[in-house]
């Protein structure tokens, strides 16, 4: 693949000469290494995306062993093909069972077959690193679908994504909780040269200290206790791509350094590891919080405030932008109506005024779990104010359930639904924290907990050993 780094490792001049000759029409970055230790000081000063190593060198038949050894150990997502003579074929396959991916005899049988093994590796390479930020990705998928609005405030956020969508410049998005912040940062990633590379997301508000160093850099195996094997960190499994830390204020000082650092030098080290780890990704960060006040109150560091700020863009609250609230609302009848498996019911006039004048203290967000939650229970093909259940709108201090239906009702499913609903808005409020959202549900964490296990919604919150605070 284009632009890659590869390490070519061989005592015989003739052959890297040969190498570089049959490489030459490729885009690649390549090094070259005569000997084991050089081989192995080159890869970890260099970070090479493949390594492509004679076995035998300088009258040593195990030399290609040490270098495939060495990078297993370090850096065993790195691809080691093999470049073997006739007679040591079964040694060849030997370093298959050890690891390499792949062997090439000398000599070799063609220009064109050397291209196709090295493309083949590096493509397996970065499908691998794919398939880890497309598992990340559905793990931590947003709430919301996509963007929706045509208000001016709204509009200026859209142009702000067009202009700056392909600079490499890192951008910080401010904002209310549940504004979309997440889907500014996705399509700043999808509308710029990085789009067919990864988006990798992840919530620093929500991840213990400990867990959020291990998720952005990576460990090598014994880092820790549980470290049974290497991982790669985000900024590993995005490269080439967008890393997206949602809630940066809420990262610790001693990971705001380390951040600051990989910035700075474009390289990760993993826990427990020693040899840094070249990546190119683009970083964009949002929070809700005044991040130049943290600065002043010395929560969040300056030089990484201004290295995060060149870019800002600031996304408003829904209350600012009630020429949006109908379009959305309609978007979300028909997402959720089909989630549910329902058909679309329509708003009353006195549903759409009292949602227009609503605060929306929680934002597109809560406007989306308002729509799910009275298509589950509005009676009749139309929803009124007392479906919507808005907590300050003029309403009922308790809220009105529907009448029993002919035909009756799934009571578990509506239910469930209702619980869900009031689990989502919990953690929100409690920002993550599940000892807050236990608190305000009158529950304990171990009930809590229980719950959102019960529904697949365990991942959301603090780290079970801070949720169980009884």
């Known amino acids: 693949m284009a632009g890659e780094t590869l390490l070519i490792v061989d005592d015989e001049a003739g052959v890297r000469?040969?190498?570089?000759?049959?490489?030459?029409?490729e885009d690649y970055?390549?090094?070259f290494a005569d000997n084991p230790d050089d081989a192995i000081q080159k890869i970890q000063s260099e970070a090479p995306n493949l390594v492509l190593t004679d076995l035998y060198m300088q009258n040593d038949r195990?030399?290609?062993?040490?270098?495939l050894s060495w990078v297993k150990e370090h850096c065993p997502w790195v691809p080691v093909i093999m470049i073997t003579a006739h007679g040591t074929v079964e040694t060849a396959i030997e370093a298959m069972r050890e690891g390499a991916v792949d062997f090439i005899l000398k000599p070799f049988p063609s220009n064109d077959e050397v291209r196709i093994r090295l493309r083949r590796a590096l493509k397996e390479l970065s499908l691998n690193r794919e398939v880890a930020a497309l598992r990340w990705a559905l793990r931590q998928r947003s709430t919301q679908d996509e963007m929706?609005?045509?208000?001016?405030?709204?509009?200026?956020?859209q142009d702000m994504i067009q202009r700056v969508a392909s600079l490499p410049s890192t951008v910080a998005?401010?904002?209310?909780?549940?504004?979309?912040?997440?889907?500014?940062?996705?399509?700043?990633?999808?509308?710029?040269?990085?789009?067919?590379?990864?988006?990798?997301a992840i919530n620093c508000g929500g991840i213990p200290e400990t867990l959020l160093e291990s998720e952005l850099f990576g460990y090598r195996k014994g880092?820790?206790?549980?470290?049974?094997?290497?991982?790669e960190g985000l900024f590993v499994v995005a490269n080439g791509g967008t890393v997206f830390l949602d809630e940066i204020g809420e990262m610790p000082l001693m990971l705001q350094v380390k951040l600051l650092r990989v910035l700075d030098s474009g390289m990760v080290t993993p826990i427990g590891g020693t040899t840094p780890i070249k990546v190119d990704v683009r970083l964009i960060s949002a929070t809700n919080r005044d991040l130049a006040e943290m600065v002043e109150q010395g929560t969040f560091r300056k030089d990484l405030y201004y290295r995060l700020n060149v870019i800002p863009i600031h996304v408003p609250p829904l209350r600012e932008r009630r020429e949006d609230i109908i379009p959305l609302v309609e978007h979300f009848m028909r997402r959720r109506a089909a989630r549910l498996g329902c058909a679309p019911k329509q708003l009353t006039p006195a549903a759409y005024r009292m949602l227009q004048e609503y605060d929306w203290p929680g934002n597109v967000r809560e406007l989306a779990n308002v729509v799910e939650r009275a298509l589950a229970l509005a009676r009749g093909p139309e929803i009124d104010t007392g479906d919507l259940m808005l907590s300050n709108a003029?309403?009922?201090?308790?809220?009105?359930?529907?009448?029993?239906?002919?035909?009756?009702?799934?009571?578990e499913g509506v239910v469930a639904e209702v619980e869900k609903m009031y689990l989502r808005q919990a953690l929100e409020r409690g920002?993550?924290?599940?000892?807050?959202?236990?608190?305000?549900?009158?529950?304990?964490?171990?009930?809590l907990r229980y719950r959102l296990q019960k529904y697949g919604m365990l991942g959301s919150g603090e780290d079970s050993e801070n949720a169980e605070g009884e």
Do not use: C, W
């Open 62 to 67: 195990r030399a290609g062993f040490r270098v």
């Open 29 to 31: 970055r390549l090094l």
């Open 148 to 157: 929706v609005g045509s208000s001016p405030k709204f509009l200026e956020v």
């Open 394 to 411: 003029a309403a009922p201090s308790a809220p009105m359930l529907p009448d029993l239906p002919p035909q009756g009702v799934d009571l």
């Open 17 to 25: 000469e040969l190498l570089e000759i049959v490489l030459s029409s």
């Open 223 to 231: 880092a820790f206790t549980g470290a049974v094997d290497d991982k």
């Open 431 to 447: 920002r993550n924290s599940q000892q807050r959202a236990a608190e305000l549900l009158g529950l304990t964490p171990r009930s």
């Open 173 to 200: 998005i401010y904002g209310e909780s549940g504004v979309g912040k997440e889907l500014v940062a996705r399509a700043l990633h999808e509308h710029s040269p990085r789009a067919k590379k990864p988006f990798v």
